[in-house]
């Protein structure tokens, strides 16, 4: 108790300090910004967001408001993109006419093409009238479909883009190692692809840094399964060999048996070179095209049993530093939307949430942010409806948020919009178990048929979190 006391004490005071904190400076030894990112483990994450939270508000941009206030500001940029195009984006070979095609090529063209790529005017957080509290840095018109855009789709533009940089539409991301030679954990996640150091590569990576910081200032949670290999660089911490050893099992292995050679092997000073004859100083690119030197002269070098350590620490240095042009490039662009070097406040496992929100759907915390409209709590079809939500595995119920809020994960900080039940679809009434539930994912809101029981009610449910996920689906121009 006398600790959490003193914890307690030292965040209250940090929360009128840390805003005033010059985080630039926090690689200098023995300031105030260089000591608070040494003690950032302690400091409480609410705490942190909260200021946080306040130096967003006093960066962002304010546009022009216009007299009518059911038209959006001045400058808030206006793109229009075609999910058609983005559809066949995977069926294309050639690398450039995939990003070309692909929704994050898209979205990146259009802001550069029509003079707006303005990364002051992204900065903004404006809240259209009809958007139901959705703070937003540009507007999206999805070309041949029938809907507007009232928060969701802009939404939606985020989802559908973090799908395709966890896919092979992108060469941005590939899997981890562990996914690639199925073993040890991490298999879902993926890592920053060491090849794409192009110009038009680093600019892309930019732009994605800039993607997390209109995220991060509208809201928006970015379903992103990144390890801590890329999340502590953008906090300012850095990367060591157990970041590396927790996606790739086999190179640990690998490493560690050279170092400390298991005692069934035989290996020892006399042996070593035998069983690595052809051992050099160097070691293959990510695409295996190239033989890449990991000291001077490498190529020519042997690891022998005396220098084997050097070799392990080489390598280790050299796989930490794979993709520090990328990382460079994506803390830029997130250095452009948000004052990046007060994210040195936030562990690298804050971060992640701030930027992916929560994994898991917390439903004791979306029942508690439920309003019911027409339609009381207590009804027997509400009930069935949070029992099946209670029996979907973690999986189903990122699916079920994507369908009424076109997210698929809850905000690390507050909603900014309440979930809404609502009364059954008008069409509903006299027959509601031959009816699907409807959703308006700008308003977050779910219009659910009075079931008769709870079978039907996850049948139902279950059928449309999986087959109705793109809004409007049904609408086409």
């Known amino acids: 108790m006398a600790r959490l006391s003193i914890l307690r004490y030292l965040n209250m005071k940090l929360m009128h300090l840390l805003e005033l904190v010059d985080f630039s400076k926090s690689k200098d030894n023995w300031n105030i910004a260089s000591s608070i990112s040494q003690i ?28 009518d206030e059911y038209l959006y500001p001045q400058h808030l940029p206006h793109i229009k993109v075609k999910r058609s195009l983005a559809a066949t984006a995977k069926e294309k070979t050639d690398v ?37 509290g959705q703070k937003r840095a540009f507007r999206v018109t999805f070309d041949g479909e029938g809907v ?11 989802m559908d883009i973090c799908a395709e940089l966890q896919s092979n539409v992108l060469p941005l991301f ?7 030679h199925d073993v040890g954990e991490n298999r879902e996640k993926f890592v920053i692809n060491p090849t ?16 997390l910081g209109m995220a991060i200032r509208s809201d928006i949670s970015l379903p992103l399964d990144w390890p801590s290999l890329i999340w502590k660089p953008l906090v300012g911490l850095k990367t060591s060999r157990e970041d590396l050893d927790v996606i790739d099992f086999r190179l640990s292995k690998y490493l560690n048996d050279i170092v400390n050679p298991p005692a069934e092997h035989n290996i020892n000073a006399e042996t070593f070179e035998s069983v690595y004859p052809d051992l050099k100083f160097c070691t293959i690119s990510a695409d295996g095209k190239e033989t890449i030197e990991i000291i001077p002269n490498g190529k020519r070098t042997p690891v022998t049993w005396n220098n084997r350590e050097l070799f392990v620490k080489k390598m ?4 930490l530093r794979e993709t520090e042009c990328q990382i460079d490039a994506i803390k830029e662009g997130l250095s452009e939307i948000i004052p990046s070097d007060f994210l040195q406040m936030f562990t690298w496992s804050e971060m992640e949430q701030l930027v992916s929100g929560c994994i898991d759907v ?3 915390r979306l029942k508690d942010h439920t309003v019911y409209e027409e339609v009381s709590y ?64 700008c308003f977050f809101s779910l219009s659910l048929p009075r079931y008769s029981s709870y079978e039907i009610t996850r049948e139902k449910l279950l059928y449309t979190i999986e087959n109705c996920i793109d809004m409007d689906n049904d609408y086409r121009v």
Not at 44 to 64: D, E, G, S
Not at 111 to 127: A, C, I, K, P, T
Not at 404 to 432: C, E, N
């Open 316 to 319: 280790i240095d050299y796989k």
């Open 378 to 441: 207590y009804e027997d079809h509400v009930q069935y409806f949070w029992k099946v939500l209670e029996s979907l595995t973690p999986y189903q119920r990122s699916q079920f948020l994507r369908f009424v809020w076109a997210r698929s994960r809850l905000p690390a900080t507050a909603f900014s919009m309440p979930f809404k039940i609502q009364g059954p679809p008008p069409l509903s009434i006299d027959k509601p178990d031959e009816h699907l539930p409807t959703a308006q994912t």
């Open 40 to 67: 950032r483990s302690i400091i409480f994450t609410h705490t942190k967001i909260k200021v946080f939270q306040k130096v967003l508000a006093k960066t962002q941009y304010f546009p022009t408001l216009q007299e």
């Open 362 to 364: 917390d439903l004791k």
């Open 196 to 211: 794409r150091t192009s110009r038009l590569d680093l600019d892309l990576y930019r732009f994605l840094g800039q993607l």
């Open 174 to 180: 590939i899997p981890s190692p562990n996914h690639e």
């Open 148 to 158: 507007d855009d009232n928060g969701g789709p802009y939404r939606e533009v985020f």
């Open 96 to 132: 450039l006419e995939k990003i070309k095609a692909s929704l994050f090529g898209q979205v990146f063209v259009r802001l550069e093409r029509e003079g707006e790529y303005n990364w002051l005017r992204l900065r903004q957080s404006s809240v259209g009238i009809l958007d139901a």
